[in-house]
């Protein structure tokens, strides 16, 4: 099993790009997270699902969005990056959300110039 | 916000010894977990434990809970130089479908 896969693991943007990142789980998990990790800030939750076709806000949802469209895919999308967006970007999954463990990918290091 | 605060922020000690880290929460909870990182990795669960629990062993990792307090404590046993890494509590809420809310981590040194 390969667990949780993100694409890409690096990326650099210009300020106004706008980028995508692929989440992807094998697990057939119904609950996927996505996490931003800046120094001295631990994690913190941007969006989340329940569900396939679900999403909801988490902690930082600006300038973010999401789409759900296959259980085994969750999407983050940057529409106009900006300099604060730059930080390693985390995507989770778990079974459920209050009983089990949280899978997490690698991490997408992503700068905005 | 986030739930959990992991105290001390950094703590480094002498391969052998014992490394205890602490978390305190504000809400209710379901369960609370520890997971560690490497630097530059992703997230590895360590161990849960629920609500109802006070302790919970696994290997050299013991695990306490005390509810009426709202704290936790990492303790790990005759530490490794291979246990350098970034140990982060995590709360899972009472409440419906609330994700895990993570604290800020304690930046663990063992030194060979």
């Known amino acids: 099993n390969a667990g949780v896969t993100q694409t890409p693991k690096f990326r650099v943007l210009k300020t106004g790009q706008s980028m995508t990142l692929l989440c992807a789980q094998d697990?057939?998990?119904?609950?996927m997270y996505w996490y931003r990790q800046d120094p001295g800030m631990g994690l913190r939750l941007i969006h989340y699902?329940?569900?396939?076709?679900?999403?909801a806000k988490g902690e930082v949802p600006d300038g973010y969005n999401v789409s759900r469209l296959k259980k085994q895919n969750f999407l983050l999308g940057l529409e106009s990056a900006a300099p604060s967006q730059t930080s390693v970007y985390f995507c989770?999954?778990?079974?459920?959300?209050?009983?089990?463990?949280?899978?997490f990918g690698q991490g997408t290091r992503l700068t905005v110039v | 916000s986030q739930q959990g605060e992991e105290d001390p922020q950094a703590l480094s000690i002498q391969e052998g010894e014992n490394a205890t880290m602490n978390c305190s929460y504000k809400?209710?909870?379901?369960?609370l977990q520890w997971y560690r990182q490497n630097s530059g990795r992703g997230l590895v669960h360590l161990i849960l434990i629920r609500s109802n629990e006070r302790e919970k062993h696994s290997g050299r990792l013991r695990v306490t809970l005390d509810t009426s307090k709202k704290s936790s404590s990492l303790l790990i046993t005759a530490s490794r130089a291979a246990d350098t890494a970034s140990y982060f509590c995590a709360t899972a809420s009472n409440s419906g479908n609330t994700p895990l809310v993570f604290g800020k981590g304690t930046r663990l040194s063992v030194i060979a």
């Open positions: 809400t209710s909870i379901n369960n």
């Open positions: 697990m057939n998990h119904e609950y």
């Open positions: 989770a999954s778990s079974y459920s959300v209050q009983h089990t463990e949280a899978f």
């Open positions: 699902s329940v569900g396939e076709g679900t999403t």
